[in-house]
């Protein structure tokens, strides 16, 4: 009896807040529930059934309603609050708020099931401030941005202070995407609105408690909950906003490395891909467009003629080709710039607590940083923009914008270096975003940077994974950081395809990470230049089998670009994990070796040297075929495969449709007129259903202005006979074509079929079937076969 009466006890102070905090009264009013307490005041909202705001204002402080992630507003929700003599109740359709008055504690369940609750709640140190919670022994715990920890990052306090790790392998505490997001195996989410710097314990001490601790700001924070995991990442992306559709040459082939010294070595390199047939779609410029050396001229942003004598030429005969010009920026602007006493006069930097200039030294001189906060600073650096995309560059990359080095002295319009560090990156792409909106209206923007926070999609960041080296330990960490970075709304997370810190020359590693970027939202090989990165400068026989991966990236054009309008219209990743399909699979939790590619697609990438074969989990949902030999893999097996030296293991879903084309030169050459769609026949799937979305690929929200074309296809099968139909939603403002469409059926053998009611012959090829079918605008194909 003893011991049970220690439990309770124990029990009760575990899950009870602090302990002098005190209900006194609450208030209810226009969608707000505020409840008063003896040290403070809560303020809590629906913004929607399934997103609640917490926030507490501490005596004495005011409410801070801004707010750098969340851009949602709060929904006409049908919430209700109720009262009983020891608890106040919130409830949407989805989560329920539980108030106990005495001990006072919250507590947030979804339709029933407890998520979590809040500990101590706040607590006031001397330097921090902490919101802590109660977690339950079970739950893994995934988020906190971009990290190389495992997929379940439960049992590691994460630091929230954006840092690059230069040539990280297998292991990467702290990066440059720190988001303050944690997302739960129980299929909640908290996301803590401020971006100050800080830190997030996910049960460190092993004493099931969640922490966040930062040194000011809001004590802010969101609960969203999902029905699934697509469903809770859409509802988390609704929060802080969607990534808009990127231009279609963003998910063709990047000529890059660190870097390119001249105007000659540029037209060279493009020429290489072009004689060699390979396709390509933009070249970037890394520091060497400004100066002649890394040090001492960081800040130019702006060409250096005498190694690019002529950009504009050079860029409009780029553009010729069908090949994009992207730059890099920094905001590091140098005391030996050209461009120091212009940004000092203007008084467009950062400064120290003097109100002059703030410069401190760091690897590329002595330097100062524009202040983007500052209106002033803000368009100063816009103008440079402006110029260069009047000039025809194509896209921008942004680097070094954790800031590399920001000292805590610094100050900014928008507050301390400490209180806007992880914010800096954000508000750069921005800054970026919406000067495009004003400017350039017509044009989607490419904007490329390794640092941002929550919500930093919605401004079209891609972001990339850093310095990573060049080995297979860095290979190894990229489907992790990738997949949880989709999984907080960031889901053009990529990797320097072959790995880009350190002089290792490997041809094998430099294969399969290309064959791993075919199955990556961005396709860009980028290194430093001690080992070619470019698939023109490989030898005769890497370059061969090379080319393969970036020709099969150019045949899947179709697919991916769906995948980015999925992503566009719900939030959804691009590359997903297995425990998607299968949350209460506690193995899936934890794996991090093959991914979902859309919902068609299983990837398994190899990610160690001389590796012949290697055991695939195929998920449960449907049976799976290899997509270079049409063998069949069973719902839920496991199965030790063949791996081929050209490819890495591939599979599609049984019942899938797959749009793809031919291989083209660039993204300038693309075209539905002519397409194949591949359907994965399975005698198990009765129906299934795919599309394919078009636009002209460079339009902003060209699905909203009514310009785009969604062609969906659908399958009916009742044992003996197969029916596709093809259908098509066209945009009120879009001109749809004809197409001729190659229908290919994979696992099947017809004795008969129809197309459109007549009767056709047939052509075979290893039990697939090719059905060439004229799709005229209007119509609707039917293909019917009986088998």
């Known amino acids: 009896m ?5 439990l309770l006890l124990f029990t009760a102070v575990t899950f009870a807040q602090n302990a002098n905090r005190n209900y006194l009264s609450h208030t209810w009013k226009n969608n707000l529930l505020e409840v008063k307490t003896s040290d403070g005041t809560y303020r809590i909202k629906p913004y929607s059934n399934k997103i609640v705001e917490t926030s ?5 402080e005011v409410y801070n309603p801004n707010s750098h992630a969340v851009i949602k507003t709060p929904e006409k929700v049908n919430a209700s609050v109720s009262k009983t003599a020891t608890s106040i109740s919130l409830v949407t359709n989805n989560i329920t708020v539980v108030i106990n008055k005495a001990p006072f504690r919250i507590t947030y369940s979804n339709q029933g099931k407890v998520l979590l609750s809040e500990k101590t709640g706040y607590i006031k140190k001397d330097s921090t401030e902490i919101l802590q919670f109660n977690l339950d022994n079970s739950e893994m715990l995934f988020g906190g941005g971009a990290r190389a920890l495992g997929m379940n990052r439960r049992g590691n306090r994460l630091a929230l202070y954006n840092r690059a790790h230069y040539g990280y392998e297998t292991r990467a505490e702290l990066m440059n995407f720190c988001i303050p997001l944690v997302l739960s195996s129980k299929m909640y989410a908290v996301h803590f609105d401020n971006g100050a710097i800080g830190h997030l314990d996910l049960d460190s001490k092993k004493n099931n408690t969640l922490e966040y601790e930062t040194i000011s700001g809001r004590k802010t924070y969101q609960i969203i909950v999902g029905d699934t995991w697509e469903d809770l990442v859409s509802n988390y992306t609704d929060l802080t906003g969607k990534q808009p559709m990127p231009a279609r040459w963003t998910l063709g082939n990047f000529s ?5 010294h001249t105007q000659e070595e540029v037209e060279k390199t493009i020429n290489r891909f072009q004689t060699d047939g390979i396709p390509v779609d933009a070249i970037i410029l890394d520091l060497y467009w400004f100066g002649k050396e890394v040090k001492g001229t960081m800040g130019n942003l702006d060409w250096d003629k005498d190694q690019f004598p002529n950009p504009e030429k050079m860029i409009a005969d780029l553009k010729a080709k069908g090949v994009k010009t992207v730059l890099i920026t920094e905001p590091f602007v140098l005391t030996t710039s050209s461009k120091w006493q212009e940004a000092a006069d203007q008084k467009v930097l950062v400064t120290d607590k003097s109100g002059k200039p703030a410069t401190w030294d760091f690897y590329f001189g002595n330097t100062g940083v524009v202040d983007i906060f500052k209106p002033e600073g803000n368009q100063w650096f816009w103008n440079v923009y402006k110029r260069l995309i009047n000039q025809g560059v194509g896209g921008m990359w942004g680097d070094l914008g954790e800031p590399e080095v920001f000292p805590s002295k610094v ?20 800054l970026i975003a919406d000067g495009y909106k004003k400017d350039f209206p017509n044009q989607r923007p490419f904007i490329l940077m390794r640092a941002g926070y929550s919500g930093s999609q919605r401004f079209g960041m891609m972001p990339w994974s850093g310095d990573v080296s060049r080995s297979w330990g860095g290979l190894q960490s990229q489907m992790e950081i990738a997949l949880q970075m989709g999984m907080q709304g960031m889901a053009y997370m990529h990797s320097d395809l072959g790995g880009f810190a350190g002089d290792y020359f490997d041809n094998e590693l430099y294969l399969r990470w290309l064959q791993y970027g075919v199955f990556n939202p961005i396709f860009r090989p980028h290194a430093q230049e001690d080992v070619a990165s470019e698939v023109a400068y490989k030898d005769v026989h890497t370059k061969a089998k090379a080319k393969k991966a970036v020709e099969l990236r150019y045949q899947l054009l179709p697919y991916n670009y769906t995948l980015a309008f999925e992503n566009n219209q719900k939030g959804t990743p691009l590359m997903r994990p297995l425990f998607f399909e299968e949350p209460s699979n506690e193995k899936l939790l934890n794996e991090k070796e093959s991914y979902f590619w859309g919902d068609a697609f299983l990837i398994k990438p190899i990610t160690k040297a001389g590796v012949t074969s290697t055991e695939v989990y195929f998920p449960k949902s449907n049976n799976w075929f290899d997509f270079y030999s049409g063998k069949k893999y069973a719902a839920g097996s496991t199965e030790t495969v063949v791996v081929a030296e050209t490819s890495i293991p591939t599979f599609v879903r049984g019942g899938s449709f797959v749009p793809m084309i031919e291989t083209i030169q660039n993204t300038s050459k693309y075209s539905l007129d002519n397409f194949n769609l591949h359907f994965y026949f399975d005698d198990s799937v009765k129906t299934s259903s795919g599309k394919l979305y078009n636009d ?8 909203e202005k009514g310009q785009f074309e969604i062609l969906n296809f659908n ?3 009742n044992g003996n006979i197969l029916v596709l139909k093809l259908t098509a939603n066209v945009g009120k403002n879009y001109l749809s074509t004809d197409k001729n469409v190659t229908i290919v059926v994979h696992n099947l053998k017809a004795k008969r079929i129809f197309i459109n009611g007549q009767e056709t012959i047939f052509k075979t090829n290893n039990e697939s079937l090719f059905l060439p079918v004229t799709w005229k605008k209007g119509t609707s194909p039917e293909i019917k076969i009986e088998y």
């Open 256 to 260: 890059s490395r660190f870097g390119y």
């Open 715 to 717: 399958s009916n099968n």
């Open 411 to 430: 100050v900014t319009a928008a507050g301390k270096a400490d209180e806007v560090h992880n914010i800096y990156g954000h508000h750069w792409a921005k």
């Open 696 to 703: 002209n690929g460079e339009t902003p929200q060209a699905f």
């Open 56 to 60: 507490f204002i501490p005596n004495g």
């Open 2 to 6: 003893k011991k049970l009466l220690f």
